[in-house]
């Protein structure tokens, strides 16, 4: 949520930086609703004030043997247009909420207005594969591996969904497993966070109200929950509520789920086999941070996410997205693409955003200043490390011989038991 002073302050600032982000407001409705409830905080202050001074002089009058009715009837009158003044107070703070609450977040000042046509590609790493021979695609070798029944799944679950099969689920486990030996030795704190999540941590996350629709919700429970997107909506609600020492940040977390999407895959070749679908795992990186650290932080969590995929010996690049083509609450976002050569583009396995302040104030999530004794809202960021049904396409893709078979990376094998090679099966 944005900071209510910064738009009476810069209102022209927050407006034209919300355009670079396609979202154009108009903030004069707000400013109008939040003078008035200013005006009448103050109002409802003074007449406070004075019924307390009109009723502290109750006893000295009766003591005088003065009629005190008057009195009576005066706070009386006061505490009737309070009430009046309280209910209208309420409906401002509601109406101010839910304009709050619908804004983006505001994007830094060094981002490129616009969608993502305007992103750029800042780092590449390694060269595009070439190969002698005719390559397959990642579905193609798959299947011929024996690593993914895409028929099965399909029959059990509907479009959209796999089902990694023998060394493929292995492949996969491998996977999961070299992503959290990384994490681990670096000093992230491992998470495994519930999957079904109540309202308020998609709201914390920034991903409701605007995007409700976009999660799957379960019907029957009270009160409501639905299936997490991402763990990133579960670790930015981690510390909802509190306020931390400044000694305890940064909070480096990483957590492993399978993410539940309702944005079904499509027909597209590009979206084919597992590019897509509506379940996927991921590990996901949070840090809560210091607004001053919070920069470092981001290239650290880029360095980390990009990191394991030159690990993995993949060709990828990094770009660093346009105002445009950030989500709703993150104000700064690098992709780290991986190269999928049968479809010849590049495809997204780790976003990288700083969200600054927007979800802390969402989920009131402080720390005290040991400096001054005040307290202020931390920055919250997150990064996958890696999701993985992307990077799985890509490994088969660009390890691909031959003969058909595919080279399992070099940093795989100790979780896939010394197998250096999948072949195909009959």
């Known amino acids: 949520m944005l900071d209510i002073n910064l738009i009476r302050e810069k209102p022209l600032y927050v407006k034209e930086a919300l355009k670079k982000k396609l979202w154009d407001t108009d903030f004069d409705e707000l400013l109008s609703w939040d003078k008035e409830k200013r005006e009448l905080m103050q109002v409802v202050e003074n007449n406070k004030a004075e019924m307390n001074k009109l009723s502290a002089s109750v006893p000295l009058l009766k003591k005088q043997g003065q009629d005190v009715s008057s009195v009576f009837k005066q706070v009386k009158e006061i505490a009737a247009k309070n009430k009046e003044y309280e209910e209208r107070l309420e409906e401002l703070t509601k109406k101010m909420t839910e304009f709050l609450e619908a804004l983006p977040n505001i994007p ?137 020492s400044e000694s305890d940040l940064p909070k480096k977390y990483f957590a492993y789920t399978p993410c539940y999407r309702r944005e079904a895959g499509s027909y597209r070749t590009e979206e084919r086999g597992m590019i897509r679908g509506y379940q996927f795992d991921k590990v996901e990186m949070v840090q809560y941070t210091k607004p001053e650290d919070s920069d470092k932080a981001f290239e650290e969590l880029v360095g980390k996410a990009a990191s394991l995929v030159e690990k993995l010996g993949l060709h990828f690049q990094i770009s660093k997205l346009a105002a445009g083509d950030i989500s709703h609450s993150m104000a700064r976002t690098y992709d780290i693409e991986v190269y999928i050569p049968s479809i010849g583009i590049y495809k997204e ?57 595919v080279l399992v990376p070099e940093v795989l094998q100790p979780f896939m038991g010394g197998i250096k090679v999948l072949k195909p099966v009959k």
């Open 108 to 244: 830094d000042d060094d981002l490129v207005g616009g969608g993502k046509e305007n992103n750029k590609v800042i780092h590449t790493y390694g060269k595009k594969p070439e190969f002698s021979f005719k390559a397959k695609d990642h579905v193609e070798l798959a299947t011929s591996l024996g690593l993914v029944d895409y028929d099965r799944g399909a029959k059990i679950a509907g479009h959209g969904a796999w089902i990694y099969t023998n060394l493929g689920a292995r492949l996969e486990w491998a996977l999961l497993n070299f992503f959290i030996s990384e994490h681990l030795k670096d000093g992230y704190e491992m998470i495994l966070p519930p999957h079904l999540l109540n309202e308020q941590s998609g709201y914390v996350a920034g991903q409701f109200p605007k995007f409700r629709q976009d999660v799957f919700w379960l019907e029957g429970l009270e009160p409501q929950r639905f299936l997490l997107p991402t763990a990133e909506t579960a670790l930015v609600n981690l510390h909802r509520d509190e306020i931390l």
């Open 349 to 405: 396995v780790s976003s990288a955003s700083n969200a600054r302040d927007y979800q802390a104030r969402r989920g009131k999530c402080r720390y005290r200043d040991s400096a001054t004794g005040k307290t202020r809202y931390v920055h919250t960021l997150n990064a996958s490390g890696l999701a993985t049904s992307r990077i799985f396409p890509a490994i088969l893709e660009q390890y691909q011989q031959e003969d058909g078979s």
